[in-house]
């Protein structure tokens, strides 16, 4: 008797990216689309190597990387789908993943939950009887929730039921182990900087209060600033530490930028070099603001 060999792309024909079954068929999840539960389960594919690199915060809970830029092109779908699929996840969605921002231009880390309801993990040195999730719940039979929590349990880093050693180790031709290592020292991922500002700055109100595209150049102007890694940044006469001027401008929120956009609006002496303009005028923003609005409305009752 003789065998045929792989060729090709058949040696990946069984290797499976596993969605839970609850996720069909639970009420609960009734309302999440098809790509996001697709989503969901190419993150639990993920859970398998970062307990293999030991990737686990102080309390104990394993966590995965998984970049925008990652899901754009695994999903082959554009950069506002994405979004939208993290935010279905979210805590603000259905709550099946947490993001946790790290700042410095690091990635996002994203802390992948059980889809089913348990007991959360007891202190150490408590006896393991203590740990074990509940038997049931309102979403899962006592059946279905006992075969789910198999494949939800924390992984040792030599593997699991459904990780097992081998498979944590696999590379396949276009996503080997390298792209699961630790992305902190990369360069910063400027459409997740971006995708953060957005948000800190409550762009879509911006863009509805500020006419033309004054909000869109001070956006892009914060994200240069962000993924900037030059020593220093020049804000007015001074060349500041780009950490400093980073962090100040970290704090920028919806009102900071509508304060700069204001002023600016109002100024009527000729500026020769805008950006630098723009650049002062929002790291001072979070210190001058008060004052500012202070002077204005003693000046209105004055």
């Keep these: 008797m003789s065998f045929e060999y792989f060729y090709g792309g058949q040696s990946e024909s069984f290797s499976f990216y596993r969605i839970p079954r609850i996720l069909i068929t639970g009420e609960k999840y009734r309302g999440l689309s098809t790509d996001a539960k697709l989503l969901y389960g190419l993150m639990l594919d993920r859970m398998g190597l970062s307990a293999k690199n030991g990737w ?4 104990d809970r394993v966590y995965i990387y998984y970049t925008v830029d990652e899901i754009m092109e695994d999903l082959c779908c554009g950069h506002n789908k994405a979004i939208r699929l993290l935010a279905e996840l979210d805590t603000k969605g259905i709550g099946l993943i ?3 921002k790290q700042g410095q231009g690091k990635p996002t880390m994203i802390y992948v939950k059980q889809f089913v309801e348990t007991v959360p993990p007891a202190p150490r040195g408590v006896p ?3 740990r074990c999730p509940k038997t049931g719940s309102a979403e ?9 929590q198999k494949e939800t349990s924390r992984l040792p880093e030599t593997g699991g039921a459904d990780f097992p050693k081998e498979e944590a180790n696999y590379n396949n031709k276009n996503k080997t182990d390298l ?33 033309y595209d004054d909000p869109d150049c001070l956006l892009e102007l914060i994200c240069d600033v962000l993924c900037s890694t030059a020593p220093t940044i020049r804000i007015g006469s001074e060349n500041i530490p780009t950490p400093k001027v980073q ?4 704090r920028l929120t919806f009102e900071h930028v509508s304060y700069v956009l204001d002023a600016f609006r109002d ?17 001072n923003a979070p210190i001058t603001i008060g004052p500012y609005y202070a002077a204005a409305v003693r000046h209105d009752f004055g």
Aim: hydrophobic share 25%; charged share 30%; net charge negative.
């Design 247 to 250: 962090d100040r401008f970290r």
């Design 56 to 59: 686990y915060d102080d309390y």
């Design 267 to 283: 100024t009527t002496t000729k500026i020769w070099n805008i950006r630098a303009y723009l650049l002062t005028a929002l790291y």
């Design 98 to 100: 947490e993001r946790k």
């Design 128 to 130: 393991a009887s203590s």
């Design 140 to 148: 899962a039979p006592k059946e279905e929730v006992q075969t789910s």
């Design 179 to 211: 792209s699961y290592t630790d992305p902190s020292n990369h360069p910063p991922d400027e459409r997740e900087i971006e995708e953060s500002v957005r948000e800190q700055i409550d762009y879509p109100l911006l863009a509805q209060s500020y006419p």
